[in-house]
């Protein structure tokens, strides 16, 4: 196979739900000759968008790449013994912490086989789509040249993987660290201070996205909204980092009706029961893992999409991008001074203080009488998301001003 090839691998590809599947298939399908590597397999929706794109998926091949897969299958199973063995009981930190670092070794093995089999292509660039937070020197010097995206950080080095780290230390010469804001960045570089790091959005927009109106108006037949009554939607699982509580105290305060629509896993179906028992609520659920036709209908349907957070979160929202794409307005929280400041201004968006349930509540409220516009197609582009082929081309270029 000739040089030109572009390898993308998403380690994540084998569960369902979440914005990784769009972005993998947006970006294969963006470039001439794309090769997608996947550890562990992949959800039959995005294989068969894929294959429909005549894009190629393929697993790690080779005898070490097939001995790093193999090894990682090994030491995920080792996590979740571990994770079961130490749930409900009162161990120490550093103990409860022990299944999150084994975990981050086999994500590092995973991405290194993927990435050592990308050589056997003789690849233009390969890119981890969703890598590790850690172990990047590992990772680089088992697979071998490659950029990453690490979306946030979560779970740092304990001390035995830092000694890992310390002697695979030449390795993260090899890789380049690419994060969505300057948030994450500085997380990265506080950790990893030798590394090569870049902002960069991992989020794609193609302005073909947007929502047509005879969708908006098949969602909401599906849904059974009535024709002027507000709607809103929440996409997404209840992470921790979500704010649900301040979207159940602005719920309390209406007396509505609004349509509350909800998809994603996992979510909290006690709160729900709550929520559906509100006078004023109209709740509409959808169990996730929801399919991408799915989720696209959930956006359809709706006349703006809430996105709450709590202070001090600063990972990308994909949230917010794909509501910008396909043409919702927004109710969006200000947990991100960055973010604000972004969206402050822009006609089709609202933003409340993070935890004012009193202020959401006023918005919502107003969606009944003064619905607001929806994003043009270059929003997306005005907040500085790039559209599959601007991404691909800086992935492209990269790897070539860097190759040796």
């Known amino acids: 196979m000739s040089s030109d090839v572009l390898v993308l691998v998403e380690p994540g590809a084998h569960r369902a739900g979440g914005h990784h599947h769009g972005a993998l298939t947006a970006l294969a399908k963006a470039y001439h000759r794309s090769l997608v590597l996947v550890p562990f397999g992949i959800v039959p929706e995005t294989r068969q968008a894929l294959r429909a794109a005549g894009v190629r998926v393929a697993g790690p091949t080779g005898v070490v790449p097939g001995a790093l897969v193999l090894a990682a299958g090994f030491v ?113 570089a506080a950790g990893f201070p030798r590394l090569r790091v870049t902002v960069r959005p991992y989020a794609v927009a193609d302005p073909g996205d947007r929502l047509t109106a005879e969708e908006r108006h098949r969602a909401r037949e599906t849904f059974g909204i009535p024709e002027g009554e507000p709607a809103v939607c929440l996409v ?86 794909d509501a910008v794409r396909l043409g919702v307005p927004l109710l969006v929280s200000g947990h991100d001074p960055a973010l604000a400041g972004r969206l402050s201004g822009l006609p089709w968006v609202r933003i409340f203080p993070a935890g004012d349930g009193q202020a959401l509540a006023v918005m919502l409220r107003d969606l009944a009488w003064g619905p607001l516009p929806r994003p043009d197609a270059c929003a997306a582009g005005a907040l500085g998301v790039p559209t599959p082929d601007e991404q691909v081309a800086f992935l492209t270029d990269t790897a070539t001003k860097e190759s040796p």
């Not at 670092?101 to 086999?106: A, I, K």
């Open 236 to 321: 997404g699982g209840w992470w921790p980092y979500k704010d649900t509580d301040v979207v159940g105290a602005a719920l309390t305060r209406l007396d509505g009706p609004l349509h509350v629509l909800v998809t994603g896993a996992p979510l909290d179906h006690e709160v729900l029961d709550r929520w559906s028992a509100l006078p004023g609520v109209r709740l509409h659920m959808v169990p996730g893992p929801a399919s991408e036709a799915q989720v696209r209908s959930v956006y359809a349907a709706a006349d703006a999409a809430v996105v709450a957070r709590r202070p001090g979160v600063a990972k990308e929202s994909g949230l917010v991008v």
């Open 76 to 188: 995920a199973s080792v996590a979740e013994v571990s994770r079961r063995l130490l749930r409900g009981r009162r161990w120490p930190t550093a103990v409860r912490r022990v299944p999150h670092q084994v975990t981050l070794l086999s994500r590092c093995l995973a991405e290194a086989a993927c990435v050592r089999t990308a050589r056997r292509f003789g690849a233009a660039a390969v890119v981890v789509l969703s890598a590790s937070e850690a172990l990047h020197g590992l990772a680089g010097l088992l697979g071998g040249p490659h950029s990453r995206f690490v979306h946030e950080v979560v779970t740092t080095e304990d001390w035995p993987l830092r000694l890992l780290g310390r002697v695979a230390r030449p390795g993260e010469q090899r890789v380049r660290v690419l994060v969505p804001t300057e948030a994450v960045r500085a997380d990265v």
